[in-house]
T-cell receptor, first 114, second 115 residues
Framework: GDSVTQMEGPVTLSEEAFLTINCTYT??????LFWYVQYPGEGLQLLLK?????DKGSNKGFEATYRKETTSFHLEKGSVQVSDSAVYFC?????????????FGQGTTLQVKP | DTGVSQNPRHKITKRGQNVTFRCDPI?????LYWYRQTLGQGPEFLTY????????KSRLLSDRFSAERPKGSFSTLEIQRTEQGDSAMYLC?????????????FGPGTRLTVT
């Protein structure tokens, strides 16, 4: 079945460092791809999405490009802040089931130190 | 629009007891999802409603679990005869769009602890 694999964390960076969190997926079709973020004590929030190959999703300085050839959707940010500390989840939308249910990776914890 | 709300936020129960959680989706959203998240893992799909119809259930949803969405508004998830393995965060999400633009909005979750 469809699946998502993320790089293991925690990822620890200094403020203003460059961030990459790797995400690869396995799917029978061409799903939509999402990044969700979970701040401490809060619910999941949609960070960005891409619905087809070569689309770039972006929000709050984060971006990710849907790469069909490498089945990847890596999350990047040029300069992280302490407030970016959170758990980041990569997900795909299972279009084959007609429900649009999401299949998530295991999450990557980001810690940004001042 | 206040977003997706879930109640209670925390529930501690003894093994063997029944528990019920409630989810109130964003008012115009006709799609509603339940997920379960255990510590250190991503959420896993449990069940899906379109309006009042329950259209898909995961194999994770044993016979002890039941979900309803009367009148296509709020939803409840009941767990009967709880087990320690049921301890997890139960998340509800809703959406309106379909197909590739199906953006799901999540509630804060209900954390269940079974002692």
């Amino acid at each position: 079945g469809d699946s998502v694999t993320q790089m293991e964390g925690p990822v620890t960076l200094s403020e203003e460092a460059f961030l990459t969190i790797n995400c690869t997926y396995t799917a029978t079709g061409y799903p939509s791809l999402f990044w969700y973020v979970q701040y401490p004590g809060e619910g999941l929030q949609l960070l960005l999405k891409a619905t087809k190959a070569d689309d770039k999703g972006s929000n709050k300085g984060f971006e990710a490009t849907y790469r069909k050839e490498t089945t990847s959707f890596h999350l990047e940010k040029g300069s992280v802040q302490v407030s970016d500390s959170a758990v980041y989840f990569c997900a795909l939308s299972d279009l084959g089931s007609n429900t649009g249910k999401l299949i998530f990776g295991q999450g990557t914890t980001l810690q940004v130190k001042p | 629009d206040t977003g997706v709300s879930q109640n209670p936020r925390h529930k501690i129960t003894k093994r063997g007891q029944n528990v019920t959680f409630r989810c109130d989706p964003i008012s115009e959203h006709n799609r509603l999802y339940w997920y379960r998240q255990t510590l250190g893992q991503g959420p896993e799909f449990l069940t899906y409603f379109q309006n009042e119809a329950q259209l898909e259930k995961s194999r994770l949803l044993s016979d002890r679990f039941s979900a309803e969405r009367p009148k296509g508004s709020f939803s409840t998830l009941e767990i009967q005869r709880t087990e320690q393995g049921d301890s997890a965060m139960y998340l509800c999400a809703s959406s309106f769009t379909t197909g590739r633009n199906n953006e799901q909005y999540f509630g804060p979750g209900t954390r269940l602890t079974v002692t």
